[in-house]
């Protein structure tokens, strides 16, 4: 093996460590140990649909021979914001699926960041499906405020819904896991509420680099995806990361694909036509975003460890 080769296999290792430390948040703490894994589970936890979607705008076609659909991750995303201000967990899960899908495309070395991403989608999962089983995690009516529907008649609507799954939606899981004891504001644990911080923060950086990839050329020249992915990311992840997991990404945004690939990615012709997709797009992560940003900062949640 020579010299270069064995370069970018150290190289490879590298980031396949680092990119395990991506999301972790107080990632000082975890040089000295191994990551935690978590197993996938593909079954979804059935949670019952409230959300409000918006009818205004035609929907996006379904794009022939691609893994990853725009269109699938516009309309579960537009699934997760209820009317109380509330934001139901499967639809958001089910467009950080999407998202995987998205990143997964971009290449291996981004794909190591999506793995990471996968495994807190999976923790929350499996504490629903815990929790599913578990009286004593079921939203009571003292807690099931959040999700109360004011109906006009009086009651069937509020009376089938006084006890809710506990992972119902971002603000039962929070309310639920406080009254537990779950979450613990000194140190680290695998709590919904941690989890969904970590989430929270790399959806900001998604939604900064789809609005990047979205405007319209500047003195007649359009920015690489790299460039762009990686100002997102600076302005956001990196403000909770190392120094060594901050060089890590700088090197996976590096290999991004050129802008023709986004192009296909999104089924459109152009930039004019991937600007108005992915403006729909960021607009519904904001939404979702700016819900849970609000349901967190209400309950001292911004910075767990």
């Known amino acids: 093996m020579g010299v270069k080769s064995k370069a970018a296999a150290a190289i490879l290792i590298l980031l396949l460590f680092l990119g395990s430390l991506w999301l972790q948040g107080g990632l000082d703490y975890h040089w000295d140990s191994c990551v935690k894994g978590?197993?996938?589970?593909?079954?979804?936890?059935?949670?019952?649909?409230?959300?409000?979607?918006?009818?205004?705008?035609?929907?996006?076609?379904?794009?022939?021979?691609?893994?990853?659909?725009?269109?699938?991750?516009?309309?579960?995303?537009?699934?997760?914001?209820?009317?109380?201000?509330?934001?139901?967990?499967?639809p958001y899960l089910s467009s950080w699926d999407e998202l995987v899908k998205f990143m997964d495309s971009l290449g291996p070395m981004v794909g190591l960041i999506s793995k990471e991403i996968e495994s807190k989608t999976s923790i929350i999962r499996q504490l629903a499906l815990t929790a599913d089983g578990n009286p004593e995690a079921e939203v009571g009516p003292d807690l099931h405020s959040i999700n109360s529907v004011n109906s006009q008649g009086g009651g069937t609507k509020n009376k089938a819904s006084v006890h809710t799954s506990a992972y119902h939606s971002v603000r039962s899981m929070i309310l639920?896991?406080?009254?537990?004891?779950?979450?613990?504001?000194?140190?680290?644990?695998?709590?919904?509420c941690r989890t969904l911080l970590r989430l929270h923060r790399a959806l900001l950086w998604l939604k900064l680099f789809l609005e990047k990839l979205a405007?319209?050329?500047?003195?007649?020249?359009?920015?690489?995806?790299?460039?762009?992915?990686?100002?997102?990311?600076?302005?956001?992840?990196?403000q909770h990361h190392t120094w060594y997991v901050r060089k890590a990404a700088e090197l996976a945004f590096i290999a991004l694909p050129e802008r023709g690939f986004f192009f296909r990615l999104?089924?459109?012709?152009?930039?004019?036509?991937?600007?108005?997709?992915?403006?729909?797009?960021?607009?519904?992560?904001?939404?979702?975003?700016?819900?849970?940003?609000?349901?967190?900062?209400?309950?001292?949640?911004?910075?767990?460890p």
């Open 38 to 90: 978590y197993n996938q589970l593909n079954k979804l936890h059935q949670l019952s649909n409230s959300s409000v979607g918006d009818g205004a705008e035609s929907q996006l076609e379904l794009c022939p021979g691609q893994t990853f659909q725009v269109s699938l991750l516009l309309s579960h995303l537009l699934d997760a914001p209820t009317h109380n201000s509330d934001v139901l967990l499967q």
């Open 176 to 192: 639920v896991e406080l009254n537990q004891g779950l979450v613990s504001f000194h140190h680290q644990t695998d709590s919904g």
């Open 215 to 238: 405007e319209t050329p500047v003195e007649g020249r359009l920015r690489s995806p790299s460039d762009l992915c990686r100002e997102a990311y600076k302005s956001t992840l990196a």
């Open 266 to 304: 999104v089924c459109v012709q152009n930039q004019e036509e991937m600007s108005k997709v992915l403006h729909r797009v960021s607009r519904a992560i904001g939404e979702v975003y700016d819900r849970t940003q609000k349901a967190l900062e209400e309950h001292g949640m911004l910075d767990l």
